[in-house]
Structure formats: structure tokens, C-alpha cells
């Protein structure tokens, strides 16, 4: 829904900056009312880019990350068995 109402608002801006070439032409001073409208639609796409982008993370969350402290977050449970195989097998080294 996000994504149709930012194509709309964007349209719509583009179409108000165009018509404010002409109005300034024939009207004078009238013009500001269609940049006003213009700055008004492209204010309202980038709130629905905003609103798209928080709803997607909220539907889709971003993979973990690790930090200095904890080091880096295994993805799957198929990494997190790698890394603990890799340490059974240091201990088997220094074992013989």
C-alpha cells in the first residue's frame, strides 16, 4: 500500500512543479501555491518511504549481528556446528 501511495505523491509533485512553470507565466504570483503543492507531495513520499521501510523491518527483521564483545553471531544452526567442531578438533590436537 506504502509503495502505491509513494508513486502517487511522487506523480502528483512532478506534475504540480510543471504546472508551476506555467502558472507563473500566466498568473504571476500564483505559481507558489502549485510549489507549495509539489513540496507538499514530495514531503508525503518520503513519509511513506519512512512508513514502508519501518513496516518492513518489523515483517522482516534484519539478521543478528555480533559486536566486539560477543564476536560473531552464527546465521544458522549449520554454523554454529562448524564452530563447534572446529574447537572439538584443537582440543583433539593438543591432546595427542
Known amino acids: 500500500m506504502f509503495k502505491t501511495l509513494r508513486i502517487i505523491c511522487?506523480?502528483?509533485?512532478a506534475?504540480?512543479?510543471?504546472?508551476?512553470?506555467?502558472?507563473?507565466?500566466?498568473?504571476d504570483m500564483w505559481g507558489f501555491i502549485c510549489i507549495a503543492a509539489a513540496a507538499a507531495f514530495f514531503m508525503l513520499t518520503l513519509l511513506f518511504k519512512r512508513r514502508q521501510e519501518q513496516?518492513?523491518?518489523?515483517d522482516n527483521p534484519p539478521p543478528p549481528a555480533g559486536d566486539?564483545?560477543?564476536?560473531?553471531?552464527?546465521?544458522?544452526?549449520?554454523?554454529?556446528?562448524d564452530t563447534d567442531s572446529d574447537s572439538d578438533r584443537d582440543m583433539d590436537v593438543e591432546g595427542e
Open 10 to 13: 511522487c506523480v502528483l509533485s
Open 15 to 27: 506534475l504540480c512543479a510543471a504546472a508551476a512553470i506555467f502558472i507563473f507565466v500566466y498568473f
Open 55 to 58: 513496516k518492513e523491518n518489523r
Open 68 to 81: 566486539f564483545i560477543t564476536g560473531r553471531v552464527p546465521r544458522t544452526p549449520s554454523d554454529r556446528s
